[in-house]
């Protein structure tokens, strides 16, 4: 089994900027993807950014230029850099790792943005 934990979510203002992170632990293969999702309230979960464990990345349209993902592999950890972020960034963001057949997700972390 493999958990994920994720931390760093919360309220900023627009134009602010906030990292998330995600530990990833358990029986995690040295070949997978990490990534990160998100939710908005009444809609469906979407892909913001997917990063290989060969650092080969992925992102969303609404987010390129402006969200960075990263990971350590050593700490099993993937991070989201987020700037200039916008109102309609608010969302729980969830974290996510494949590997083989498999697929797990984070409990999610609450990112408002609002003045």
Same mark, same amino acid.
């Given at each position: *089994?493999? +958990? !994920?934990?994720? /931390?760093?979510?919360? !309220?900023?203002?627009?134009?602010?900027? !906030?990292?998330?992170?995600?530990?990833?632990?358990? /029986? #995690?293969?040295? #070949?997978?993807?990490?990534?990160?999702?998100? *939710?908005?309230?009444?809609? +469906?979960?979407?892909?913001?950014? @997917? #990063? @290989?464990?060969? /650092? %080969?990345?992925?992102?969303?349209? %609404?987010?390129?230029?402006?969200?960075? #993902?990263?990971?350590?592999?050593?700490?099993?950890?993937?991070? !989201? *850099?987020?700037?200039?972020?916008?109102?309609?960034?608010?969302?729980?963001?969830?974290?996510?790792?494949? +590997?083989?057949?498999?697929?797990?997700?984070?409990?999610? @972390? *609450?990112?408002?943005?609002? %003045?």
């Amino acid at each position: *089994q493999v +958990q !994920l934990v994720e /931390s760093g979510g919360g !309220l900023v203002q627009p134009g602010g900027s !906030l990292r998330l992170s995600c530990a990833a632990s358990g /029986s #995690i293969s040295s #070949i997978n993807v990490m990534g990160w999702y998100r *939710q908005a309230p009444g809609k +469906q979960r979407e892909l913001v950014a @997917t #990063i @290989t464990s060969g /650092s %080969s990345t992925d992102y969303a349209d %609404s987010v390129k230029g402006r969200f960075t #993902i990263s990971r350590d592999n050593a700490k099993n950890t993937v991070y !989201l *850099q987020m700037n200039s972020l916008k109102p309609e960034d608010t969302a729980v963001y969830y974290c996510n790792l494949r +590997q083989s057949v498999a697929a797990y997700w984070g409990q999610g @972390t *609450q990112v408002t943005v609002s %003045s």
